[in-house]
């Protein structure tokens, strides 16, 4: 398989955004995950979609000028994943969730990105979880076709407290949504015991991929603590047809210990553990 590699900018927070930019060209990486992560990111929502064209474009001459182009934008409205989650009880709440949606499908384009991440919507206690599903179903199936629309490939996130917390739940959704595709992080699976064989069916519906170490009882650690089987997922890859970036993304915040690894490090033995595998 053709490899391309990208590195999250949301990967090394202490820097400013424009060192971390010109960090992941010195990395030789050339796709970066942009982060639009409400009150977590370099880059946030409220701030660049005041004027989403122009902050877009500003990025994109960012990103031109070190020779980097945009691999995707994950959005998160949030904090906390259900304040405005796509599937919110409250339609107020799922039309803000839809706007800023559509800010991020046009800064995308604006940017260069071709792909775009979302959550797939949680469950609430209050809400019967069927209804929960079907809203969520309804909110992405809307988002597809509005991505379509602007060759946008729109993928979700599986992960624990989604609609879709483990593998086979998130092949049903899947199957229910024509269209749509995954953003795979296996460490959302292998820190809560699910081993690899569970995964991989997901691999033959993702377009884009997460790469960090995981083990069970710990969603991010080092490359030699990692569980995670590396070579049988790009050898799975290859089989699949998978042609979306493998984007680097070690995380640095003080949640589940995802502070305690050296993230530059790690970033660059697992960039060459990929580039040995694909080479």
């Known amino acids: 398989m053709k490899l391309k590699l990208a590195c999250a900018d949301f990967t090394f927070p202490l820097l400013p955004h424009d060192d971390v930019l010109t960090l992941i060209a010195t990395l030789g990486i050339r ?27 500003t990025l994109k001459r960012k990103l031109d000028a070190r020779g980097l ?12 994943g259900r304040t405005y989650a796509i599937n919110h009880p409250q339609a107020s709440r799922r039309r803000k969730a839809r706007d800023w949606f559509q800010h991020a499908l ?8 071709g792909h775009v991440t979302i959550s797939p919507g949680v469950f609430f206690d209050d809400v019967p979880r069927a209804t929960s599903r079907a809203r969520a179903r309804d909110e992405l199936s809307w988002r597809l076709e509005h991505a ?13 407290g989604s609609i879709a917390p483990r593998p086979k739940s998130a092949l ?13 992080d296996y460490g959302h699976f292998t820190s809560v015991g699910i081993p690899d064989a569970e995964v ?34 790009v050898k799975v890859m290859g089989a699949t047809g998978y042609r979306g970036y493998l984007g680097l993304e070690y995380v640095w915040v003080d949640w589940q210990g995802c502070n305690r690894v050296d993230n530059l490090s790690e970033t660059i033995r697992f960039r060459d553990r990929l580039r040995s595998l694909t080479s």
């Not at 182009?69 to 906390?80: M, P, R």
């Not at 049903?172 to 795979?184: H, K, M």
């Open 31 to 57: 796709g970066v995950d942009i982060g639009l992560f409400e009150e977590r990111s370099h880059l946030q929502p409220s701030d660049q979609f005041r004027n989403t064209s122009r902050s877009a474009r």
């Open 69 to 80: 182009k945009a691999a995707d934008v994950f959005l998160q409205v949030d904090t906390d």
């Open 106 to 113: 046009d800064y995308a384009a604006e940017c260069g990105a």
């Open 148 to 160: 379509g629309a602007r060759r946008i490939i729109m993928a979700v996130e599986p992960h624990l």
């Open 172 to 184: 049903r959704l899947v199957a229910t949504v024509p269209g749509l595709t995954y953003t795979l």
């Open 200 to 233: 991989e069916p997901l691999i033959a519906h993702a377009s884009h991929f997460h790469v960090r170490g995981a083990r069970r009882g710990a969603l991010q650690t080092s490359f030699e603590d990692s569980t995670i089987d590396l070579a049988r997922i």
